[in-house]
C-alpha cells in the first residue's frame, strides 16, 4: 500500500497560478527513486488524463494542452513530485491525481480538486 499525501488544490481566477504537492511518506528513498511520478486530472464526465510525468532521471513529459505553462519537478532526497501550473484557463478545472507507476502497476493518491472561475 502507497501512501500520498497530496497539497496544493484549491480556487483560482483565469490567468492565475497554483502549486501541488505531493510526497510519499512512509517508503524509502531507493523505493521512490525507483518510481515514474506524475499528475493525472479527471474533469466531470471525462476520463482521467495525463498531465505530466517525471522520471528518477528528472527526464518530463507533458500533455499538449499544458506545455509551457505546467512545470513538474520532483526532489527524490524529499520523496516528493510537485505541478507548478501557470496561466491556468478554465478547462484546466479538474480533480488532480498524484500517481507513482513502479512499471508493473500504477498507484493513485486521493486527489484534489483543482476549479479556475472568474
Known amino acids: 500500500q502507497v501512501r500520498f499525501v497530496e497539497s496544493g488544490g484549491g480556487l483560482v481566477q483565469p490567468g492565475g497560478s497554483l502549486r501541488l504537492s505531493c510526497t510519499i511518506p512512509?517508503?524509502?528513498?531507493?523505493?521512490?527513486?525507483?518510481?515514474?511520478m506524475g499528475w493525472y486530472r479527471q474533469a466531470p464526465g471525462l476520463e482521467r488524463e495525463m498531465v505530466a510525468t517525471?522520471?528518477?532521471?528528472?527526464?518530463?513529459n507533458y500533455a499538449d494542452s499544458v506545455k509551457g505553462r505546467f512545470t513538474i519537478s520532483r526532489d527524490n532526497s524529499r520523496k516528493t513530485v510537485l505541478l507548478r501550473m501557470n496561466n491556468l484557463k478554465p478547462e484546466d478545472t479538474a480533480v488532480y491525481y498524484c500517481?507513482?507507476?513502479?512499471?508493473?502497476?500504477?498507484?493513485w493518491g486521493q486527489g484534489t480538486q483543482v476549479t479556475v472561475s472568474s
Open positions: 500517481s507513482a507507476h513502479d512499471g508493473s502497476q500504477i498507484y
Open positions: 512512509r517508503i524509502i528513498t531507493s523505493t521512490f527513486n525507483q518510481y515514474l
Open positions: 517525471v522520471t528518477s532521471g528528472h527526464s518530463t
